[in-house]
């Protein structure tokens, strides 16, 4: 298993300002990866955040706008740059600490982020 | 990239068991199907996983037909504390990526 910590837990911004969101996990871990999830939504995939080379962002989302930094296997830092109304959600990061058959993630608690 | 359907939501009474089905009619010979717990204000939970026939652990079960087009979760007689979404995802574990599909809401009444 895995804990998760995320700062900070919620932030209200303003547009056209950015915020860099922390992720700490108490072990080491190969995988890390970055979620969106809007108010009443299900979970988007952002990008998976790898250790010592660019993230690998999913398709919609672009290093520009959502720059991840993995300096090390247990932390990673996810930036919303130039953000607006519309990037109002709940960013979680998660970890995949298995490498066996059962291939099981641990979600942190979630940044709630509202852009004004 | 298989797609899962859902329902959107489901009641339930406490005491009773609960069966959560999901659909992925494309799914591929390497996908596996997993789900996940998800309650407000807090990241999605492990549940289950499983590749065919029948998976269970303390929490629930999970049914997998031998064509694998669809599961099903089964939860044995909920409380009000599983009160929650339910994520059904559909996908080759080496990517170790996760594609969530809309959820169901389950709702336990007392």
């Known amino acids: 298993s895995a804990v998760i910590s995320q700062k900070p837990s919620r932030d209200i911004c303003q547009r056209g300002t950015s915020l860099t969101i922390q992720c700490q996990v108490d072990s080491q871990v190969t995988m890390m990866f970055w979620y969106r999830q809007q108010p009443g939504q299900s979970l988007t995939l952002i990008a998976t955040a790898n250790q010592g080379s660019e993230a690998t962002y999913e398709s919609g989302f672009v290093i520009d706008k959502f720059p991840i930094s993995r300096p090390n296997l247990t932390f990673s830092t996810l930036t919303v740059s130039n953000m607006s109304p519309e990037d109002s959600s709940i960013y979680l990061c998660?970890?995949?600490?298995?490498?066996?058959?059962?291939?099981?993630?641990?979600f942190g608690p979630g940044t709630r982020l509202t852009v004004l | 990239l298989a797609k899962t359907t859902q329902p959107i939501s489901m009641d339930s009474y406490e005491g009773q068991e609960v069966n959560i089905t999901c659909s992925h009619n494309?799914?591929?010979?390497?996908?596996?199907i997993t789900w996940y717990q998800q309650f407000p204000s807090q990241g999605p939970r492990f549940i289950i996983q499983?590749?065919?026939t029948k998976v269970t652990n303390e929490v629930a079960s999970l049914f997998i037909p031998a064509d694998r087009k669809s599961s099903t979760l089964s939860l044995p007689r909920v409380s009000l504390s599983d009160t929650a979404v339910y994520y059904c995802l559909v996908g080759d574990i080496s990517f170790n990526k996760f594609y969530f599909g809309s959820g169901t809401k389950l709702n336990v009444k007392p």
């Open positions: 499983g590749y065919k």
């Open positions: 998660s970890v995949d600490t298995t490498p066996t058959s059962y291939n099981e993630q641990f």
């Open positions: 494309n799914i591929a010979t390497n996908d596996y």
